[in-house]
């Protein structure tokens, strides 16, 4: 598989349906810890945006959506990154190593100094991911970590 073929494209409303299907979804509601939303709250959510402090973009692989990432509560020096693979057959591939890369360089372009991010503390494969690519474990609690990375 090459990775080559992930872009990053503007959240619409293709979006904002896959990613109501992604986060009903029982296993990645959980994975991701979204709270119960309805149809008009993800509207509401949808027509905020642009906003100066969250950013989301839309993830393509060989033109089909299969997830989403983004920043959040952006400040002057720091963001929260978010993100999931929607589509459970692309877990694993490698695809965080591309997503964290462009998400550094929005980073960049916002002047931003650090990004952090919340995680379960079951979902392994996340924390996996996060530390291999080189967040380090800045706080948290039995069910949570907090995870830090320098925007260099
Ligand atoms: C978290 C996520 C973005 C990671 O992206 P990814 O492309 O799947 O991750 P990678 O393939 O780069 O790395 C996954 C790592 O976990 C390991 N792994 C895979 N399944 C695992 C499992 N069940 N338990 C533990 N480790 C696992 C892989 O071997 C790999 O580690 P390695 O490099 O040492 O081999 C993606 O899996 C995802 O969106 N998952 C569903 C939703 C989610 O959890 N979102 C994050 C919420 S904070």
């Known amino acids: 598989m090459s990775n080559n073929n992930l872009k990053f494209v503007s959240f ?26 309805t ?8 027509d905020s ?4 402090d969250y950013k989301v973009w839309g993830m393509e692989f060989d033109d089909n959506p299969i997830g989403v990432v983004g920043l959040k509560k952006i400040t002057p020096s720091s ?8 589509e459970k057959g692309f877990w694993g591939k490698r695809l965080f190593p591309i997503m964290l890369q462009f998400i550094l360089l ?22 996996r991911a996060y530390q291999r690519e080189g967040f380090t ?9 907090e995870m830090t990375m320098r925007v260099i």
């Not at 409303?13 to 119960?36: A, F």
């Not at 963001?79 to 929607?86: L, M, Q, S």
């Open 12 to 37: 619409n409303h293709v979006y904002l349906q896959k990613s109501w299907d992604w986060l009903n979804d029982e296993e990645i509601k959980k994975l991701t810890s979204t709270p119960d939303f």
């Open 137 to 145: 474990i800045s706080g948290g609690n039995e069910n949570m970590i």
């Open 79 to 86: 963001a929260e990154y978010f993100g999931y693979i929607g």
């Open 106 to 127: 929005e980073a960049k372009l916002l002047d931003i100094k650090f990004i952090y991010l919340k995680v379960r503390s079951d979902n392994q494969r996340a924390i």
């Open 49 to 52: 945006l642009p906003r100066k």
């Open 39 to 46: 149809r008009q709250q993800q509207r509401d959510f949808f």
